[in-house]
């Protein structure tokens, strides 16, 4: 199943936010005992996490923070996305993770979510996190998996699937019929990521639109 993933730094930040979190899972796990479903279960989600991270657009300038890093042409998925009118627009790329590796990053998630509900529903809990827990890690997740189970326009995918430039960058101009599931689209990917805080959520509607 396609999905597309824009060349956005918010979704990015939050994908590579969750690589401590599995890892520093995975080692507490480990260091405790014999191999458990929990450890099994992180450990193929860290795989997979990282089997989408070799498929998301441009990854290692958002790894590095090195925008001269070229590779070689026919691995660059590189392109400009035009309106009708000429406005650049956030790219989007289609990748296509397997179903397995959803599935091992969804398992994952209900682990996390389970443990969350788990903590909040002990007696006498205090209100301060325990050492293990991060902070809205599962909330960062979910939005995540929200982002790339996200539904893609058939127009809009059958428009950009094949854009792999095999030269320089290519230009792509959308119709505005296209234009106008691109914008619906968008805003989907927005209000997943940053719905909650005006702010955020205004700031990162503005690279879009």
């Not at 998996?145 to 290519?170: F, K, N, S």
Request: contains cysteine.
């Amino acid at each position: 199943m396609y999905v597309l993933i824009p060349d956005d730094p918010v979704f990015f930040a939050k994908f590579q936010s969750l690589e401590e979190p599995l890892l520093r899972h995975l080692y507490q796990l480990h260091s405790t005992g014999p191999e458990s479903d929990a450890e099994r279960i992180i450990s193929d989600a860290y795989d997979s996490w990282v089997q989408v991270l070799l498929k998301l657009p441009l990854w290692p300038q958002w790894r590095t923070g090195d925008t001269s890093f070229d590779r070689p042409s026919a691995e660059r998925p590189r392109y400009a996305l035009y309106s009708a009118r000429g406005d650049q627009l956030t790219s989007l790329y289609p990748i296509e993770p397997t179903a397995a590796d959803l599935g091992h990053l969804m398992a994952c998630l209900d682990l996390f979510d389970e443990a969350d509900r788990a903590w909040r529903a002990a007696p006498g809990r205090t209100r301060a996190e325990p050492p293990d827990r991060q902070e809205g890690v599962t909330e960062v997740f979910r939005r995540v998996m929200d982002v790339l189970l996200l539904p893609p326009p058939q127009g809009l995918l059958d428009a950009l699937r094949h854009v792999v430039p095999e030269g320089p960058v290519v230009s792509v101009t959308l119709p505005d019929e296209q234009e106008a599931e691109y914008r619906r689209f968008c805003e989907e990917i927005v209000t997943i990521l940053s719905a909650g805080d005006p702010f955020v959520f205004h700031s990162h509607r503005a690279m879009y639109l």
